[in-house]
Each structure stands twice: as C-alpha cells, then as structure tokens.
C-alpha cells in the first residue's frame, strides 16, 4: 500500500466512499451549522429569542422536510445539533440518516485576529481535534467542516495565506485519521472594490498553498471535499459579473490547481442572492467536469425558508416548502439543467453584509 493509504488509516476506504455518497449526482450539502452567536443573528432577522428551543425548532424544521434527500447528501450541523433531538424527540442525526443524508460537523473554532498581520484572522480548533474528531464519528458524524477566511482588501499577507493553508491541512489530516471526509474552506471573503482578475489572482495563490500543505501532511485527496468561493469581483466593485463569467473564471481557476483525485467541490453562496448562487452554480455545469461540482450553501439555501417560517408554528409547511423549493434548484444547477422558473422577489435579495463577522 502506499504511504498515502497508510496516512489515512484504517479509514481510507470509508473516506472515499463517503465522499463520493455526498458528491453524489443532482445533490449537495445544506449548510446549517450556524455557531450560536450567528444563529442569534438569524432569529433575530425574524424577531425570535437566541434560545435553544428556538434553534431547535429551526433545524427541526430544516431536517425533516419531505423527501430533502433527494437534493440534498450532506448537512453540516453545528455541535449543539449532533447532540441535539428534533422537537418531537427524534435524534438529529437519525433523521437525516433516514433522509439519505450525510451527517457532517463544524469542527473549527471561529476566527480570531492574526497579530503580526494586516489585521487579518486565523481560525482556531487544532487544539484537542482528535479527541473530538473520534467523538464527533462515535455521535455519527461522517465528515466534517473547518472555515478559515482569507481577506483581499487587508492583503492577503503571505503569514494570513500561509496559516489558513497550513491550518486547513493540519485539520484535514487529523479529520481523516478519525474517519471524517474534511471539507476544506479557505472562504475568499466578497468584501473589497476589486475587480475579477485580483480575485482569481489571490484564489490561485491561496489554492497554491492549500494543496502544498494538504501533500505535506499526506492527506488523501480521494477523501476531501472542497468549499470554495466562487470568482467574482469584489462585493463593492463597479463591475459586475454575468453568471458565465463567473463560471468562466472559478473553472479556469479549478482546472490549473485543483487535481481531479477530488471528488467534490461544494461552493460556498458568501453573500450571493439565493437565485445568484443557483445561477452562478448552473453555468459551471454546462459542460463535464472532472470533479463533481456542486453547492454547500447556508444563506442561499435558508434566506426564503428563514423568512416563511418566521417562528410561526403554522408557517412550517410553507417554509419546508420554500426549503425543497431552493434545495430543488440547486440540484438542477448541479445538472446544468436550471431554469429560473418560479422564482421570487425574496430569492433575488442580496445576502451579503459589509464586513460581517460571523
Ligand atoms: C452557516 O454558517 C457557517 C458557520 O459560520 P459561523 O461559525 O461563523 O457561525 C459558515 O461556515 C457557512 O457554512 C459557510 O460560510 C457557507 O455559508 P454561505 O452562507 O456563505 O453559503
């Protein structure tokens, strides 16, 4: 066996076969592992108390809608809900067993400032992620979900690249070596005025770097996922970009630094209105691609759902509604074969917040 195989242990069959079940066809990740602090912020948009119950309500919501595995394969739960049961007393993590749904955790411990930098951050979580990693897999978890930010306005500095790289390789390793499929975000923030090229140009580097480390740490890539942000110009740029040239740009981007040993990439939406981030996801499925590819979107996924439901026990069935609705669009962008059709006002509001925090 080669050293690869032996890096990732015992694991390594799982790992490809678990990344291959969330990188499955027409289906793709729902993002819901909102840390409290950016749950407060949600239930607050509809007036709602930052309380367990209410985010339990919410994600009981979101997990048992009908038939929510036929477009989604993975969901990413925050650590509360692994542990946590649906209001009618159901384990979570059952449920979407049951779904055909991969269950997966944020492993990562938020951002903090990078001192010695140009006021940039690094995410913290290395500290005790094995022990964790095993538990997570124990509670049912199959894979797992670390985001680091990477800042164009404030650089990026060669120390901030360098660290989230360095950082996402060491997680993924130990995420494999514990029998979770590591899906690696270094997020490429929307903040800034610059255009496209500065975007694909910093997206190079950093993936660059990314892959380096992951190889230096012996990671398998069969057994990664990949949360990019898409290539755009800068939220606060003149230009915009049309859905092609998004597509244009994030593939030429995927196709020089991304080996086709992986399996999967799962855009992250990072601002993008849900119908953008659908859009954008469809024009990059026009043509074959080596790796399947694909959405793990939180606010392009939740926006409409978030609003229907409002906290109103009889909203439950619209919003579960408006949440097959969306999760349906994404898997026909992920076949190239979205329409647009029946689309609303609330779908096309953009998501993005200027120097957001979460
Ligand atoms: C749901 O938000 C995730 C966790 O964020 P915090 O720990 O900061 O609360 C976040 O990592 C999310 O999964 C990704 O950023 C993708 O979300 P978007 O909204 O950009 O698709």
Redesign the pocket.
């Known amino acids: 066996p080669s050293a690869l195989i032996i890096r990732a242990g015992s694991y390594a069959d799982e790992l490809v076969k678990t990344a291959k079940t969330v990188a499955s066809p027409g289906r793709g990740i729902l993002?819901?592992?909102?840390?409290?602090?950016?749950?407060g912020k949600r239930l607050a948009s509809i007036g709602l108390e930052n309380t367990e119950a209410n985010r339990q309500a919410y994600r009981t919501l979101l997990v048992s809608a009908p038939g929510l595995g036929n477009y989604i394969s993975g969901a990413?739960l925050?650590e509360e809900t692994l542990y946590q049961s649906t209001v009618d007393g159901k384990k979570i993590v059952d449920v979407l067993v049951e779904q055909n749904i991969v269950p997966g955790i944020?492993v990562?411990k938020?951002?903090v400032p990078l001192v010695g930098s140009n006021d940039e951050s690094w995410c913290q979580g290395l500290d005790g992620l094995a022990s964790r990693t095993a538990a997570y897999y124990q509670q049912g978890a199959r894979f797992a979900?670390w985001?680091t930010v990477v800042s164009i306005p404030n650089g990026p500095s060669a120390l901030a690249v360098k660290e989230a790289a360095w950082g996402l390789a060491r997680y993924a390793a130990i995420s494999q070596d514990n029998g979770l499929v590591p899906i690696v975000?270094p997020?490429i923030l929307l903040d800034g005025e610059h255009n496209i090229e500065r975007t694909f140009e910093v997206a190079q580097k950093v993936w660059a770097e990314v892959f380096f480390y992951l190889a230096e740490n012996n990671v398998l890539f069969e057994g990664i996922l990949l949360?990019p942000?898409m290539v755009t110009p800068g939220a606060e740029s003149k230009e915009r970009a049309t859905p092609q040239q998004v597509a244009d740009y994030t593939l030429k981007l995927l196709h020089r630094r991304i080996p086709s040993a992986v399996p999967g990439i799962m855009?992250?939406?990072?601002?993008?209105s849900e119908v953008e981030?659908t859009q954008n996801l469809n024009a990059m499925n026009q043509s074959p691609n080596p790796w399947h590819v694909s959405?793990?979107?939180?606010?392009?996924?939740?926006n409409t759902t978030l609003k229907t439901w409002g906290g109103r026990p009889e909203n439950v069935k619209a919003a579960q509604d408006a949440l097959l609705f969306r999760a349906k669009a994404n898997s026909l962008a992920q076949l190239g074969k979205y329409t647009g059709e029946g689309e609303s006002d609330e779908a096309n509001k953009e998501?993005f917040v200027k120097g957001y925090?979460?």
């Open positions: 993002a819901m592992d909102e840390s409290n602090a950016t749950a990413i925050f944020k990562d938020g951002l979900k985001r975000e997020e949360k942000s855009f992250l939406s990072g601002g993008q981030a959405f793990s979107y939180a606010r392009a996924l939740q998501l925090s979460y």
